[in-house]
């Protein structure tokens, strides 16, 4: 079975901390993706790389920044983590090819205190 | 700009009942269209996908339809259970780049009673 895998289902972390969040998937996708989703606003789309060492800013890409040196794993990572950035973190990937479908892993909560 | 709305925001139906769940769209050169469900607390699953070329697609007692013209796409699920209580969300594929950004509705809570 296909997997989007991220790292951590639940972390906090102290305002100014540097936050990493990973994902790994073992489809073989180019396309990569971080969405955050908040109550009332929705998933919106932070990053998205189409390729190793690719990427390209989303709607919401202010406070964070991503790294893909590997095709299957995609990080992203708060700089200086502050309490708005609290919030449930999906990572998603989908092939270039095929059928298209994009596969989520099982969500990040992450709170800043 | 591209925006989907999903209509009603929350739905409570007792078990067995067939409903529909509504997603709509104001841009319609869209790819493609996907329908996801979302347990409490994790992540989406992939119910059903809908290219831009289809009509619908069906899996189980579920059947997606896509009407690009009107900007509407329709989920039913037939002979509802309470294991069915989830939110259900839609989203849009774009046309062009070679990503595609997906653009998300807000999702249907629905709620199947015993």
């Known amino acids: 079975d296909v997997k989007v895998t991220q790292s951590s289902r639940y972390l906090v972390k102290r305002t100014g901390e540097k936050v990493f969040l990973e994902c790994v998937q073992d489809m073989d996708h180019e396309n990569m993706f971080w969405y955050r989703q908040d109550p009332g606003l929705g998933l919106r789309l932070i990053y998205f790389?189409?390729?190793?060492?690719?990427?390209e800013k989303g709607d919401i890409p202010e406070g964070y920044s991503v790294s893909r040196e590997k095709k299957e794993r995609f990080s992203l990572i708060l700089e200086s983590a502050s309490t708005n950035q609290t919030s449930m973190y999906l990572c998603a990937s989908r092939g270039r090819v095929g059928a298209n479908v994009l596969t989520f892993g099982a969500g990040s909560r992450l709170t800043v205190l | 700009k591209q925006e989907v709305t999903q209509i009603p925001a929350a739905l409570s139906v007792p078990e067995g009942e067939n409903l529909v769940l509504n997603c709509s769209f104001t841009d319609s050169a869209i790819y493609n269209l996907q329908w996801f469900r979302q347990d409490p607390g994790k992540g989406l699953t992939s119910l059903l996908l809908i290219q831009s070329s289809q009509r619908e697609q069906t899996s189980g007692r579920l059947n997606a339809s896509l009407d690009k013209s009107s900007g509407r796409s329709t989920l039913y699920i037939a002979a509802s259970q309470p294991g069915d209580s989830a939110t259900y969300l839609c989203a849009v594929r774009r046309l062009g780049g070679n990503t595609g950004k997906l653009i998300f509705g807000q999702g249907t809570t629905l709620q199947v009673k015993p």
């Open positions: 790389s189409y390729d190793v060492k690719m990427k």
